[in-house]
């Protein structure tokens, strides 16, 4: 009887064993099926986010290239992957009187309609958003800076685009376009 139960012991290790590995292998292949084998970036055109808050909201490709542009008071940051435009992000400077349904009325991907946070300082729906960057300077001399964001695929969700316009904004306010 003691036999058979020592017996049984190295069966269950390699049980064990096997089951582990195969985790390991689900693990990893979890990983590299997101389809994105290019590098996620640290920030929009230098302006600092999160890898996390700009992951979900990226497509599948094996490249991807920043495309920053600027036209009077409005920076814009195009992010391609693969060549195509998949994700931009811009900020503008607008009215003191300004609201972010009028920034929204404007915007590519979101409507004044859309969902609203922070009392109405973000307007979000899964392909664009809108809200206002808390820049002192810029307040003073009455000229508010807004931002927004906006992705050109339909997989993208509400919550991951309320995360990157919060963050972004957010990240604006402690850049260098607030400064001066």
């Given at each position: 009887?003691?036999?058979?139960?020592?017996?049984?012991?190295?069966?269950?290790?390699?049980?064990?064993?096997?089951?582990?590995?195969?985790?390991?292998?689900?693990?990893?292949?979890?990983?590299?099926?997101?389809?994105?084998k290019?590098?996620i970036?640290e920030?929009?055109c230098?302006?600092?986010?999160?890898?996390?808050?700009?992951?979900?909201?990226?497509?599948?490709?094996?490249?991807?290239?920043?495309?920053?542009?600027?036209?009077?008071?409005?920076?814009r940051?195009?992010?391609?992957?693969?060549?195509?435009?998949?994700?931009?992000?811009?900020?503008?400077?607008?009215?003191?009187?300004?609201?972010?349904?009028?920034?929204?009325?404007s915007?590519?991907?979101?409507?004044?309609?859309?969902?609203?946070?922070?009392?109405?300082?973000?307007?979000?729906s899964?392909?664009?958003?809108?809200?206002?960057?808390?820049?002192?300077?810029?307040?003073?001399?009455h000229?508010?800076?807004?931002?927004?964001?906006?992705?050109?695929?339909?997989?993208?969700?509400?919550?991951?685009?309320?995360?990157?316009?919060?963050?972004?904004?957010?990240?604006?306010?402690?850049?260098?376009?607030?400064?001066?």
């Open positions: 009887m003691k036999n058979i139960h020592n017996a049984a012991r190295p069966r269950a290790r390699a049980a064990l064993t096997f089951v582990a590995a195969i985790t390991a292998l689900v693990s990893v292949t979890a990983c590299s099926s997101s389809g994105k290019y590098t970036p920030s929009l230098g302006i600092d986010i999160s890898r996390d808050v700009l992951e979900p909201l990226l497509q599948k490709g094996e490249t991807l290239t920043e495309h920053p542009e600027s036209s009077g008071s409005t920076k940051c195009r992010i391609h992957v693969d060549g195509q435009s998949v994700l931009s992000a811009s900020t503008e400077r607008w009215a003191d009187d300004t609201t972010a349904r009028d920034v929204a009325q915007a590519l991907a979101v409507d004044p309609q859309d969902q609203q946070s922070d009392q109405g300082g973000f307007i979000y899964p392909t664009g958003a809108v809200g206002k960057v808390n820049c002192a300077k810029a307040e003073a001399a000229e508010p800076l807004w931002a927004s964001v906006r992705v050109t695929h339909d997989d993208a969700k509400a919550e991951d685009m309320l995360k990157l316009i919060e963050a972004y904004a957010e990240a604006v306010g402690a850049s260098e376009q607030c400064a001066g």
